[in-house]
């Protein structure tokens, strides 16, 4: 059984919870596209993990889409069906708060579906206004499908575009990558990779180390040594090809340690992660998506968590998608969401 205050990663370990304050917080937990295997995940998450201290879960999503799941998991569960107003003042340990899908509809398992998206939005815009109205002090979520999304009438490219919008934090650069025990970010994200070289700017690489470090504070990470990727190959071999290094990222990394920050770099993006690995360093900077996005889910894949830093509350899903191609089948593993749920439960004061 996992302990909540054993480190599971060196330098993180989640918090003790304090008597004096609120003994009962609550974390909203949505439940994932009802047609991908989010809500039999999710289903499993919550058998397979259940010490989570003084801390309820308030499900969100599709309330027959998550009865199906049971079934196919094969699991029981005592779950109470509240409506918003009953959240500030309900003990319940496992709550369910209904946004069904248009006309009560049951999603076939695999389809990318505009109503499974429509619920899904209409799930993320209830759970931002739980987070204003502070009902809730995390936020952890199963995957869903982007595409659906925007057919279901998604002004937004992705949960983050929602989320900066929402949360008026347009200077937010992308999402945090954890996989035990590394830490990543990126300078640039959903861009043309021949666009990259315009986002690789001083001001912008150190915005980005700094972020890095306010949020590895959040999630109580004591030791926060970061390094910093390059752009070029071999670092530009001192402005032989490229001079990035030279004219951006050194300065920005410059910067950042005379602000008292552990940052180092850059270093070749070719084995910078082998020095995490290795242990020299705890996160990683990268300047692009690909550059940080590949390395992480080579070394796990399925065990990958994104988090989306600089919001009100802790944000979590696992790094991979809905996989409709076994959804209903009853064998995917919780194995990632676990540990968003870990995560954002380390960030719990």
Request: glycine share 8%; aromatic share 8%.
């Amino acid at each position: 059984m996992f302990n909540i205050n054993k480190p599971i990663a060196e330098g993180f370990c989640f918090p003790l919870y304090s008597p004096g304050v609120n003994c009962m917080q609550k974390i909203a937990f949505m439940i994932g596209d009802p047609a991908g295997i989010g809500p039999e995940i999710t289903v499993r998450c919550i058998n397979e993990y259940k010490n989570r201290g003084p801390v309820s879960l308030i499900l969100v999503g599709d309330r027959p889409s998550f009865d199906r799941a049971l079934k196919v998991c094969d699991v029981k569960m005592n779950i109470q069906d509240i409506t918003e107003d009953q959240i500030k003042n309900s003990e319940a340990d496992l709550m369910f708060l209904n946004i069904p899908v248009e006309n009560g509809e049951m999603i076939p398992y695999g389809e990318v579906s505009a109503k499974s998206g429509a619920c899904v939005y209409r799930s993320l815009k209830k759970i931002m206004s739980l987070i204003d109205s502070k009902l809730i002090q995390g936020f952890v979520f199963a995957p869903f499908n982007k595409e659906a999304m925007k057919k279901g009438g998604c002004p937004f490219p992705s949960e983050l575009d929602m989320f900066k919008d929402h949360f008026n934090r347009p200077d937010i650069t992308g999402e945090i990558n954890f996989l035990d025990p590394m830490w990543t970010v990126r300078v640039s994200s959903h861009i043309a990779v021949k666009d990259i070289p315009l986002y690789v700017k001083k001001e912008r690489i150190l915005d980005s180390i700094t972020f890095l470090n306010e949020e590895l504070k959040r999630f109580s990470v004591k030791r926060r040594r970061i390094a910093v990727a390059a752009l070029n190959p071999h670092g530009g071999e001192k402005g032989l090809f490229g001079t990035e290094e030279g004219d951006e990222i050194e300065p920005a990394v410059k910067a950042a340690r005379e602000a008292g920050i552990d940052a180092s770099g850059p270093f070749p993006a070719d084995t910078i992660f082998l020095k995490v690995k290795n242990g020299e360093y705890d996160a990683i900077v990268s300047m692009y998506h690909d550059q940080g996005q590949i390395a992480t889910k080579l070394l796990g894949f399925d065990k990958g968590v994104t988090i989306h830093g600089g919001m009100p509350v802790a944000i979590a899903t696992c790094a991979h998608g809905t996989a409709f191609d076994i959804a209903g089948k009853g064998v995917a593993k919780p194995t990632a969401l676990i540990q968003a749920l870990k995560v954002v439960l380390g960030s719990l004061k």
